[in-house]
């Protein structure tokens, strides 16, 4: 430990911590636009810096190492200004056009800039790189005259996903942030998975805004049906402003019925189809010699990843649609047909954590209804903004239930939502179903947690079935090249490309890891307290087979519920 004083406060800190942590101990937030505490430090702002032992030269406190007896001062008048003209400086660079700006109000430079009291016009040439603004990909829009260079996003493409579509180009005044080749977004082999958009400070990296489709289907008088996706649930509070973690289901079908929505389903239905029908294509592949290890399909953040990067092992993937897929094909066909509501007069949208879905919704190849069968994939954060246009004061709502038919899903649904759901839920169905008994321990744990690879071994009726599941693309790039050399020793993997899985997921608020694990812990919650906890029992499973689907692998399940890969 080293005894420090910072501010006049004396205090005691372990040796090799910074200055900004050392701070925060204190209680002094000390700014930073390139530092992220789930990141590694980057020092290229330069908007911490602070004084120390009363030397000339001021220091960034991200990197700057505490030292026995060391004197720090964080707001001077000479730290002040010196932050000021930091910020006099990023701004001579950046549009000044906040009001229409997506990031306003949650955007880092501005609440800096504002706390730092900015009153007074700057005092250098505005010069804007003059970029036009990349709207091309579905699911991110990339303004580059907005980027500050912090380097976030280079960091979280590169190092985490190891998709690599961000870097610097050039040198000095010239560096920007872009995809390679002048390229842009969407003709890249970027995966849409919005981590990018997370980890952005300002509104260059922003979210693909769909609300206006719901707003046209209104006008049009459109039939407008919702599903709502399992972490939706235990984030659209948050990103209302609300403690991270809340769960507010009820209140959030009743601000969606006071936006229009005629009906409000739950999406943990079909992620409890997904587990009939893909766990069922498992049985088939072990007991008929398919194709394994086996790997879920649902992530389109991994699909596109596979597609892109190992594209010789697309059959590994389930054929099984995505439960977003599904339910936009049922919707569609089966639904449509018992309400009477002809499918062409059907606004078909669902309420994600993700920003991959819309481009998942858009795939040329999910339209087996007849019709492209999810009409919009909306965001969290999207639905957030038409909470807060409608003027809805969501944290005094009543609460609603889901709509039937589709109303009740199972647990297993639900922890579809964390790393290691999708494979706990499908464990509880093909357990009970191959070997008829009843699974006394429901809960997996060797699946759940944030170890980037996890592990398991069940006997199922003396076969031992061997699982792994990795969340983020680069734990599912080491996966990928084990079965590419022969060494991924498993019957099936899941694989979900954000970090956390979906509740981590781009479309989600701005997220850190303690918070995906306050908001998992709840996700685990809701899985206990549901009455039904393994997909096969779920009542509207049952039915929607005896109406309608035969049974698992059936024709119509094939022709509506499974999909092919590009390659
Ligand atoms: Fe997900 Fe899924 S779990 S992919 O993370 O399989 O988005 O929540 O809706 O489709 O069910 C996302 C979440 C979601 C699908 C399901
Ligand atoms: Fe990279 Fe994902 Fe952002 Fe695409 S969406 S640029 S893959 S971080
Ligand atoms: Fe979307 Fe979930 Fe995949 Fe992230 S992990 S890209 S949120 S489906």
Not at 36 to 53: A, G, L, M, Y
Not at 205 to 210: A, E, G, Q, S, V
Not at 314 to 342: E, N
Not at 409 to 418: D, L, V, Y
Request: charged share 20%; aromatic share 6%; hydrophobic share 35%.
């Amino acid at each position: 430990m080293v005894n420090i004083n910072i501010d006049g406060i004396n205090l005691q800190v372990e040796e090799g911590t910074t200055i900004m942590e050392a701070a925060k101990k204190i209680h002094v937030n000390i700014p930073s636009l390139c530092h992220h505490e789930d990141q590694s430090v980057k020092s290229v702002c330069r908007i911490c810096v602070v004084e120390v032992n009363g030397q000339k030269l001021l220091q960034p406190a991200c990197s700057y190492p505490v030292a026995e007896s060391m004197s720090i001062r964080t707001n001077t008048p000479r730290i002040i200004k010196a932050r000021k003209n930091i910020l006099e400086l990023i701004f001579s660079h950046h549009p000044q056009d906040c009001l229409n700006c997506d990031k306003n109000g949650s955007c880092e430079l501005q609440s800096i800039a504002q706390d730092l009291n900015m009153n007074s016009p700057i005092r250098y040439e505005v010069e804007l790189r003059g970029k036009a603004v990349d709207t091309s990909s579905p699911s991110i829009t990339f303004d580059a005259n907005k980027c500050i260079l912090c380097g976030r996003c280079v960091e979280v493409c590169n190092d985490v996903q190891t998709v690599g579509i961000l870097a610097k180009e050039n040198r000095g005044y010239n560096t920007v942030v872009a995809p390679p080749y002048g390229k842009k977004l969407q003709d890249t082999a970027c995966v849409n998975c919005g981590q990018c958009v997370q980890v952005c400070p300002v509104g260059a990296l922003t979210i693909h805004d769909d609300t206006n489709l719901v707003y046209k289907a209104k006008e049009e008088g459109k039939v407008l049906i919702a599903q709502v996706a399992p972490s939706s649930r235990t984030t659209i509070a948050e990103a209302l402003g609300e403690e991270t973690g809340t769960v507010s289901t009820g209140r959030m079908i009743t601000a969606m019925k006071m936006l229009g929505f005629d009906y409000v389903f739950d999406t943990d239905f079909t992620a409890d189809l997904t587990i009939m029908e893909e766990g069922n294509e498992l049985l088939n592949r072990i007991t008929n010699g398919g194709v394994l290890p086996m790997m879920t399909s649902c992530c389109p953040g991994w699909v596109k990843f596979c597609e892109t990067s190992y594209p010789k092992y697309t059959q590994h993937l389930s054929s099984a649609k995505s439960p977003q897929q599904m339910f936009g094909s049922v919707i569609k066909t089966y639904f449509a047909q018992k309400a009477g509501i002809d499918p062409a007069n059907i606004f078909s949208c669902s309420i994600m954590p993700c920003t991959a879905k819309k481009f998942e919704c858009k795939r040329p190849e999910m339209s087996d209804s007849g019709y492209q069968d999810v009409d919009a994939a909306l965001t969290v954060q999207e639905l957030a903004k038409l909470i807060k246009s409608a003027g809805i004061d969501f944290s005094k709502l009543e609460e609603s239930r889901f709509d039937n038919p589709f109303g009740l899903g199972s647990g297993a649904g639900e922890i579809f939502a964390a790393t290691g759901g999708v494979m706990e839920a499908a464990l509880r169905t093909v357990y009970e179903v191959l070997t008829g008994e009843e699974l006394k321990q429901l809960e997996f744990q060797a699946v759940r947690g944030f170890e980037g690879l996890k592990e398991a071994a069940v006997d199922i009726n003396g076969t031992t079935v061997k699982v792994a599941v990795v969340h983020s693309l680069g734990e599912a790039r080491k996966i990928m090249d084990r079965v590419v050399d022969g060494t991924a020793d498993y019957h099936f993997i899941e694989v979900m490309a954000c970090p956390g899985g979906c509740i981590g997921g781009g479309g989600n608020p701005v997220r850190n890891w303690k918070k995906v694990a306050k908001r998992t812990v709840n996700v685990y919650q809701q899985d206990k307290d549901l009455p039904i906890r393994k997909s096969h029992e779920s009542p509207a499973i049952k039915m929607i087979y005896e109406e309608f689907l035969g049974e698992p692998l059936s024709e119509t399940s094939h022709h509506l519920l499974h999909t092919k890969y590009a390659n």
